[in-house]
């Protein structure tokens, strides 16, 4: 094979590859369609004037026979006259007439098979362009289908790429670090400006207030005794007894003292509570 031989065929094969690749099944099959319309069109064209082929045909055919049914009328009228030479005449044009008819009717017969013909082919014609629609339709359907199941694949392939992954852990790790820093700041602040005093009794106050919970849900769950029941005392009364009991006791000062100090530190705590239940 020749230089130019093979230079001819790589070029072909490439063009050929890179029709292949350019094609657009969409856009081919609706071209497609348009040209079998435009077949339909100049189809319809030619049966059309077939058509009216058959339809002058007839009309010759037709006039012809009036011909000579006329000069059969004159011929019979001059027999009547009693000019048989004119009537011979007469007859003579008729049979003129009478072949031309004849021509004509033979002419149409053949036209009007060739239109019936016609016509039944351009209805195979337009059938199969609607099935070519139809099938188009379904076929840029499952094109479109296939289009976006492969977006979706090209999508999941993207996904299988660990590293948006650990970019989203990494990000996770460094929120609760920044988390963790912010309340021990908050603690430290606490430690160094706050009542130490007061929080240590809130938290005390709190998990009091969750074992008593506790403690009532036994008891209604019937996993602990009852409570017994117990007179109420106040506060001075608690702090007062110890006091008449021994003798040896803190003052009555440091009593009034403590009191105060306690009745401040359950106020405080009502204070908590009812800002925690807002």
């Known amino acids: 094979m020749g230089i130019f031989s093979r230079l001819a065929q790589l070029i072909k094969s ?31 064209k030619q049966v ?24 059969e009328r004159r011929a019979m009228m001059a027999v009547r006259a009693g000019n048989d030479e004119l009537a011979r005449e007469a007859l003579n044009r008729k049979r003129e007439h009478d072949q031309l008819a004849a021509t004509f009717k033979e002419q149409w017969d053949k036209q009007k098979a060739a239109v ?35 977006a979706i694949q090209e999508t999941m392939h993207g996904l299988k790429d660990q590293s948006a992954f650990e970019t989203f852990d ?15 700041g908050a603690e430290i602040q606490e430690e160094y400006t706050g009542d130490v005093l007061a929080s240590q009794f809130a938290r005390l106050e709190r998990n009091a207030g969750a074992e008593d919970d506790l403690s009532s849900l036994k008891r209604k769950m019937g996993l602990a005794p009852a409570e017994a029941q117990k007179a109420p005392e106040s506060i001075q009364k608690r702090v007062e007894a110890p006091a008449a009991t021994a003798p040896t006791g803190p003052t009555q000062s440091e009593q009034d003292e403590l009191a105060a100090a306690l009745e401040e530190l359950e106020a405080e705590a009502e204070a908590e509570k009812r800002k925690a239940g807002r």
Do not use: H, T, Y
Not at 48 to 70: C, H, M, P, V
Not at 123 to 144: F, Q
């Open 48 to 71: 059309a004037s077939s058509i009216a082929d058959e339809k002058r045909l007839l009309k010759q055919f037709e006039q012809e026979a009036a011909n000579a049914a006329e000069w």
């Open 170 to 184: 990494r990000m996770s790790q460094k929120i609760d670090q920044l988390e963790a820093e912010a309340e021990a």
């Open 116 to 150: 019936e013909s016609l016509k039944r082919a351009l209805r195979m014609l337009n059938d199969k362009i609607e099935e070519a629609k139809r099938k188009k339709n379904v076929l840029v359907a499952r094109k479109k289908r296939a289009e976006a199941q492969k």
């Open 14 to 44: 490439n063009l050929n590859d890179l029709i292949s690749k350019s094609e657009d099944p969409e856009k081919m099959l609706n071209q497609v369609v348009v040209d079998m319309n435009g077949q339909l069109v100049e189809a319809k």
